[in-house]
C-alpha cells in the first residue's frame, strides 16, 4: 500500500488553496470546480498530500479551537527561521518552536484560519 492523501473538510477552499500555493510553493495536482470543489495539492516533488474539500453538511473542524498537537501539516523547510518569519508576514501565526538536541529546528504556525502548520529542519532528514 502507498499513501495517497489525507482530506480536511473546510470553510472556504480557494482562499486555501492560494495561501498554500502561493507561501508554501505547493500545486495544485487536481481541482473540481463544483461542489464539494475537492482539491489535491502536492508537495514540490509531485507527491499528493492533501484533499481540501468542502461539505457544509458534514462537520468542520475549527482548528483554532484544538490544541496544535492533535492535528498539523508539517512540510520540510531547509531554513525555518527564514520560512517562519515570511509565512507570519503573510498571514500566519506564530505558536512555538523546538530546538532539539541534534540541532534540528522545529517551528510550529497556525495558517491564516487556524490549521496549525510545522516547519521542520531536521539535521537527520527522513
Request: charged share 20%; with cysteine.
Amino acid at each position: 500500500m502507498i499513501f495517497e492523501h489525507f482530506a480536511i473538510n473546510v470553510s472556504n477552499v480557494d482562499a486555501i488553496v492560494a495561501w498554500y500555493t502561493k507561501n508554501l510553493h505547493v500545486k495544485v495536482a487536481s481541482a473540481q470546480k463544483e461542489p464539494p470543489f475537492m482539491t489535491f495539492l502536492a508537495d514540490s516533488w509531485g507527491r499528493v498530500f492533501v484533499e481540501l474539500y468542502h461539505s457544509p453538511d458534514e462537520a468542520i473542524t475549527d482548528f483554532s479551537q484544538q490544541h496544535f498537537l492533535t492535528f498539523h501539516l508539517a512540510m520540510v523547510s531547509e531554513n525555518s527561521e527564514a520560512d517562519k518569519n515570511r509565512l507570519i508576514e503573510a498571514g500566519a501565526s506564530f505558536v512555538e518552536e523546538v530546538f532539539k538536541e541534534d540541532g534540528s529546528h522545529l517551528v510550529m504556525l497556525r495558517d491564516p484560519w487556524g490549521m496549525p502548520l510545522q516547519l521542520c529542519q531536521r539535521t537527520i532528514k527522513f
